[in-house]
């Protein structure tokens, strides 16, 4: 009797852990079934028609230029000139950008009782990186005084001062109202003669540790109508920085005289000053300034 139940019970066991051992489980498997194999086309089709994936191309984006940008990187111009004195100037322009582009500007200029004038315009075109040189007319200018010229579209300004007009004796210098004078010569002495009221010839002696200078000047007026011609005391002689006046002396004879006069009319004569004695002719030089409500011009004569 115990030994039926123990092999019961493992049958029990056995049936549920291993699946076809009993003679009921062997009824209801099908022998000849056999697994249905597995295809490999379906994994190779598979393969073979999955896309491969291909990288996007990048396009490279063409980089923009630089605009136009200008800049002027040199002025070659005369910082003082003389009165009437003939000059120019010149202006380098650079485009500092990479695309090209037009460079136009006005070109102004005023003096300092003067309005703005346009006295000349650039409009160029300049390629990346290069630049242009503009070269003004040659001018010249009537009166002492400080030119200031700008370059409107970039603001740009430079100076030029103009100083009173320097010749050497017997060189004209015209004066603005139309004067043509000029210095012919100076002479030295250490006496003048003269004819006294008795119409006698008398003799003046510079006094002690001077000497006499007479300045021989011309003045004609030029301008077409009645004008003034210089005076003598507008006449001074300079030595270094002592400044001599005209003085009135004795003699007469070839004095020059100035004033009014009527067109075409000229005036000559010597203007006489006393000076130090050690002074030559290298040392000395003639000047004369004038002016009007707004300029002043002048000149200087000397050896």
């Keep these: 009797m115990y030994r039926r139940k123990y092999l019961a019970t493992i049958g029990v066991v056995l049936t549920g852990s291993v699946a076809g051992c009993s003679d009921d489980s062997a009824e209801e498997a099908s022998p000849t079934d056999t697994p249905t194999p597995t295809s490999t086309d379906t994994l190779t089709d598979t393969l073979t028609e999955t896309p491969t994936d291909t990288p996007t191309e990048t396009e490279t984006e063409t980089p923009t230029p630089e605009p136009a940008s200008f800049e002027v990187v040199e002025i070659n111009a005369p910082d003082e000139v003389r009165v009437d004195e003939e000059w120019s100037f010149s202006v380098t322009i650079e485009n500092t950008g990479e695309a090209s582009g037009r460079f136009e500007t006005s070109i102004l200029a005023k003096g300092s009782e003067t309005d703005w004038q346009e006295v ?28 200031i010229y700008l370059f409107d579209a970039i603001d740009i300004q430079f100076t030029i001062q103009v100083l009173s007009a320097t010749l050497s004796f017997g060189e004209d210098y015209r004066s603005p109202d139309g004067i043509r004078m000029t210095v012919n010569e100076i002479e030295l002495k250490n006496s003048y003669t003269y004819e006294d009221y008795q119409g006698e010839q008398a003799v003046e002696e510079a006094s002690s540790g001077n000497q006499w200078a007479f300045v021989w000047f011309e003045a004609e007026n030029d301008s077409g109508s009645e004008e003034f011609v210089p005076l003598d005391s507008d006449i001074n002689l300079r030595a270094e920085n002592t400044q001599y006046d005209s003085e009135y002396i004795n003699k007469e004879e070839n004095a020059y005289d100035g004033g009014e006069v009527g067109p075409s009319i000229v005036r000559e004569g010597w203007i006489a000053y006393e000076i130090s004695d050690d002074l030559d002719m290298e040392d000395l030089r003639v000047e004369y300034f004038d002016s009007d409500f707004r300029n002043e011009w002048g000149v200087r004569w000397q050896a």
Aim: hydrophobic share 20%; no cysteine.
């Design 120 to 147: 000349g315009s650039i409009s160029e075109e300049i390629e990346g990186g290069e630049q242009i040189t503009y070269d003004s007319k040659t001018g010249s200018y009537p009166y002492i005084d400080t030119l």
